[in-house]
């Protein structure tokens, strides 16, 4: 069947070192579990899902740990049993390093796991249903742009050809390689059923000429399953693995510029995908491990490996025996389409295919960037026919019109015209901030035209609003006229009738005004009389005041009085003891009685007298402020009979 499958070509490529010896010669192993793991909410294209869990919470392997959203997406689960213990923004894998909100998992080295449960005779499930249980199953393309899986099938109608990738073009990534070397039974079995859900016409398992051993095991159990597929061994070319690349090799048609693949009945799934299917459908297992390679001479042990979704990469590279130097590089993927990270600590995510450690002479650092020279090589390498130099300089000078103008959407970022540069320009690096800034600009625009469209919107509703009240006057306008106009009929008719009718309207009027004036007289007089009872408050208040006052004041003069009294009884009370001491002194010295007797009485009458003086003043003045209290009194008594009145 291979033989009968014509290979055609696409333009430019490049043919890189490949450096697939270093991981593809030992069996994939199994790492020990990590300490922890970081699962990110989100690890595919399209919206996050919701949380399931909170901190503190136990999960078991194979568990939810978020649902899809009202928007889709996604769910992801958890890679082994053990607690949450935070749910927090955590460094992304991606080039820009950007946190994400991140599920940390301290496993407990159990590995225990849910019931799985298989789906019972898959094949003889409705497409719908199969690609619920994809969906449920969180599977996203493996190979590296993590679309899910569930949302491609759907979106595909009347397929005619479905190409199975196992390609692999970048250099040193051996994932595939390795899967399709001990799981091509399982493979072929994920095959079966993408090709129940789609009722495909025609299957190709694409594999590239450098990987003999995978060619051979998939074309056994492609043989054995005695399924429609077939083989076809394309050439080794970077990228020949690119979607769009591939389709053109097998089928010879190029995708259009503004089209998809779904356009042309063709649908492309990775192998790794399709080895998540058969695990998702026959297992009832959730996508929570993928192969991972391990390369770059940086590594002792170099290989690939069963990593669980959510492994810091820190643990994969102790595992490998990272020799580390003073300027070595971690690089997610393979050298032309990876991104170097700088936080070991990133997860594993379901698009990780490959963790590159080259040691500096290895992969030497890019040189200093250098002016373009105009050499075209970049022009001649791009395999998507796009002048790669134009793009650069529109991309310096952010003119957006005219990177749209020359595709710039249309380019994969696969790197061939970087490696070729002689000056060493990352043109990568320009296209990729170039659609970064275009997609910033696209979600203002549309931000904007939502706003105008509300404007709009409200305008025209109150557009609408106005009309209406103008067609609810007008209609109010003609009604009167017709009434005016059937008055003046009716006068002319019968003059009368019309003469006593304009006498009852002016009667109703007259009436009307009388009533109208009675209820301005009646309103005139309530606030009269409103304004002298106010008034009369007012006058009241200040009367009680006044009373306040007085009455404090005689208080104040009854006190002085009392003081007064006191005083006067002090005095009294003086003069009587020197008149005791004057008695007592009598008998002790006859001689000098009679002075002394003369001296006492003269005290005692100047005493005497400062006491009548005394006690006549008290008098006086609690005379007074009796007199006092009685005028207050009447005065109280006159200002209740004003009120009264």
């Given at each position: 069947?291979?033989?009968?499958?014509?290979?055609?070509?696409?333009?430019?490529?490049?043919?890189?070192?490949?450096?697939?010896?270093?991981?593809?010669?030992?069996?994939?192993?199994?790492?020990?579990?990590?300490?922890?793991?970081?699962?990110?909410?989100?690890?595919?294209?399209?919206?996050?899902?919701?949380?399931?869990?909170?901190?503190?919470?136990?999960?078991?392997?194979?568990?939810?740990?978020?649902?899809?959203?009202?928007?889709?997406?996604?769910?992801?689960?958890?890679?082994?049993?053990?607690?949450?213990?935070?749910?927090?923004?955590?460094?992304?894998?991606?080039?820009?390093?950007?946190?994400?909100?991140?599920?940390?998992?301290?496993?407990?080295?159990?590995?225990?796991?849910?019931?799985?449960?298989?789906?019972?005779?898959?094949?003889?499930?409705?497409?719908?249903?199969?690609?619920?249980?994809?969906?449920?199953?969180?599977?996203?393309?493996?190979?590296?742009?993590?679309?899910?899986?569930?949302?491609?099938?759907?979106?595909?109608?009347?397929?005619?050809?479905?190409?199975?990738?196992?390609v692999e073009c970048e250099p040193y990534i051996v994932s595939d390689d390795r899967l399709m070397r001990e799981h091509a039974e399982e493979i072929v079995s994920g095959i079966t059923i993408l090709q129940s859900a789609l009722q495909a016409q025609?299957?190709?398992?694409?594999?590239?000429?450098?990987?003999?051993?995978?060619?051979?095991?998939?074309?056994?159990?492609?043989?054995?399953?005695?399924?429609?597929?077939?083989?076809?061994?394309?050439?080794?070319?970077?990228?020949?693995?690119?979607?769009?690349?591939?389709?053109?090799?097998?089928?010879?048609?190029?995708?259009?510029?503004?089209g998809y693949p779904s356009d042309m009945g063709i649908l492309m799934q990775n192998v790794g995908t399709a080895y998540a299917i058969h695990e998702a459908i026959y297992l009832g297992k959730p996508l929570m491990e993928r192969i991972v390679t391990?390369?770059?001479?940086?590594?002792?042990?170099?290989?690939?490996?069963?990593?669980?979704?959510?492994?810091?990469?820190?643990?994969?590279?102790?595992?490998?025996?990272?020799?580390?130097?003073?300027?070595?590089?971690?690089?997610?993927?393979?050298?032309?389409?990876?991104?170097?990270?700088?936080?070991?600590?990133?997860?594993?995510?379901?698009?990780?295919?490959?963790?590159?450690?080259?040691?500096?002479?290895?992969?030497?650092?890019?040189?200093?960037?250098?002016?373009?020279?105009?050499?075209?090589?970049?022009?001649?390498?791009?395999?998507?026919?796009?002048?790669?130099?134009?793009?650069?300089?529109?991309?310096?000078?952010?003119?957006?019109?005219?990177?749209?103008?020359?595709?710039?959407?249309?380019?994969?970022?696969?790197?061939?015209?970087?490696?070729?540069?002689?000056?060493?320009?990352?043109?990568?690096?320009?296209?990729?901030?170039?659609?970064?800034?275009?997609?910033?600009?696209?979600?203002?625009?549309?931000?904007?035209?939502?706003?105008?469209?509300?404007?709009?919107?409200?305008?025209?509703?109150?557009?609408?609003?106005?009309?209406?009240?103008?067609?609810?006057?007008?209609?109010?306008?003609?009604?009167?006229?017709?009434?005016?106009?059937?008055?003046?009929?009716?006068?002319?008719?019968?003059?009368?009738?019309?003469?006593?009718?304009?006498?009852?309207?002016?009667?109703?009027?007259?009436?009307?005004?009388?009533?109208?004036?009675?209820?301005?007289?009646?309103?005139?007089?309530?606030?009269?009389?409103?304004?002298?009872?106010?008034?009369?408050?007012?006058?009241?208040?200040?009367?009680?005041?006044?009373?306040?006052?007085?009455?404090?004041?005689?208080?104040?003069?009854?006190?002085?009085?009392?003081?007064?009294?006191?005083?006067?009884?002090?005095?009294?009370?003086?003069?009587?003891?020197?008149?005791?001491?004057?008695?007592?002194?009598?008998?002790?010295?006859?001689?000098?009685?009679?002075?002394?007797?003369?001296?006492?009485?003269?005290?005692?009458?100047?005493?005497?007298?400062?006491?009548?003086?005394?006690?006549?003043?008290?008098?006086?003045?609690?005379?007074?402020?009796?007199?006092?209290?009685?005028?207050?009194?009447?005065?109280?008594?006159?200002?209740?009979?004003?009120?009264?009145?």
């Amino acid at each position: 069947m291979a033989s009968a499958i014509k290979i055609w070509s696409f333009p430019g490529g490049v043919h890189p070192p490949e450096r697939k010896t270093l991981a593809n010669q030992t069996a994939t192993a199994t790492t020990e579990l990590p300490e922890k793991v970081y699962v990110p909410v989100k690890q595919h294209i399209g919206a996050e899902g919701q949380l399931l869990v909170q901190p503190g919470d136990t999960v078991l392997r194979g568990q939810a740990l978020t649902q899809p959203g009202m928007s889709g997406g996604l769910p992801v689960h958890a890679p082994s049993s053990g607690t949450v213990i935070n749910i927090a923004e955590h460094t992304s894998n991606h080039p820009s390093g950007i946190p994400t909100l991140t599920i940390t998992i301290k496993l407990d080295g159990k590995h225990e796991s849910i019931e799985f449960t298989a789906v019972e005779n898959p094949l003889e499930q409705s497409p719908q249903e199969l690609i619920k249980y994809i969906r449920e199953a969180g599977i996203a393309g493996l190979g590296g742009a993590a679309y899910p899986t569930a949302q491609k099938l759907s979106q595909t109608q009347n397929t005619e050809l479905l190409i199975i990738n196992g390609v692999e073009c970048e250099p040193y990534i051996v994932s595939d390689d390795r899967l399709m070397r001990e799981h091509a039974e399982e493979i072929v079995s994920g095959i079966t059923i993408l090709q129940s859900a789609l009722q495909a016409q025609q299957t190709i398992v694409a594999i590239e000429d450098n990987k003999p051993e995978a060619i051979q095991a998939m074309r056994q159990a492609i043989e054995s399953a005695s399924i429609e597929a077939a083989v076809a061994v394309v050439p080794t070319k970077y990228p020949s693995g690119g979607e769009k690349q591939l389709i053109q090799l097998l089928t010879g048609k190029e995708v259009p510029s503004n089209g998809y693949p779904s356009d042309m009945g063709i649908l492309m799934q990775n192998v790794g995908t399709a080895y998540a299917i058969h695990e998702a459908i026959y297992l009832g297992k959730p996508l929570m491990e993928r192969i991972v390679t391990l390369t770059g001479e940086a590594l002792q042990k170099p290989g690939t490996v069963w990593a669980l979704l959510g492994t810091p990469v820190s643990h994969l590279l102790d595992s490998a025996s990272l020799q580390a130097s003073s300027k070595q590089k971690v690089i997610i993927g393979g050298p032309m389409m990876g991104y170097t990270i700088s936080d070991l600590e990133v997860p594993v995510v379901k698009s990780t295919n490959c963790i590159l450690c080259p040691t500096e002479s290895e992969l030497p650092a890019t040189g200093h960037e250098m002016a373009c020279i105009r050499c075209g090589q970049c022009e001649q390498v791009c395999p998507a026919s796009l002048l790669p130099q134009q793009l650069y300089w529109y991309a310096k000078a952010s003119d957006h019109d005219a990177l749209k103008q020359h595709h710039l959407k249309d380019c994969i970022e696969c790197g061939a015209c970087a490696y070729v540069c002689p000056s060493e320009i990352p043109l990568v690096h320009y296209y990729r901030k170039a659609k970064a800034e275009i997609r910033e600009e696209l979600i203002e625009q549309q931000k904007a035209d939502i706003a105008r469209q509300r404007f709009e919107a409200r305008q025209a509703r109150l557009e609408r609003e106005k009309q209406a009240r103008l067609e609810k006057h007008k209609k109010a306008a003609e009604a009167r006229q017709a009434a005016l106009a059937a008055r003046a009929a009716a006068a002319e008719a019968d003059p009368t009738e019309q003469s006593t009718a304009d006498t009852a309207a002016n009667n109703g009027e007259k009436q009307s005004k009388v009533a109208a004036a009675i209820a301005r007289a009646k309103a005139k007089n309530a606030a009269q009389a409103e304004s002298a009872t106010a008034e009369d408050d007012k006058k009241a208040r200040v009367a009680e005041a006044v009373a306040r006052a007085k009455a404090k004041k005689a208080a104040q003069a009854e006190s002085a009085t009392a003081e007064d009294d006191k005083k006067a009884r002090v005095a009294e009370a003086v003069a009587r003891a020197k008149a005791k001491k004057a008695a007592q002194a009598e008998s002790a010295t006859p001689e000098d009685d009679k002075a002394k007797q003369s001296s006492q009485q003269s005290d005692n009458a100047e005493a005497e007298k400062k006491r009548r003086v005394a006690a006549a003043v008290a008098r006086a003045k609690a005379k007074k402020a009796e007199q006092q209290k009685q005028q207050n009194s009447v005065t109280t008594s006159e200002r209740g009979d004003s009120e009264s009145s």
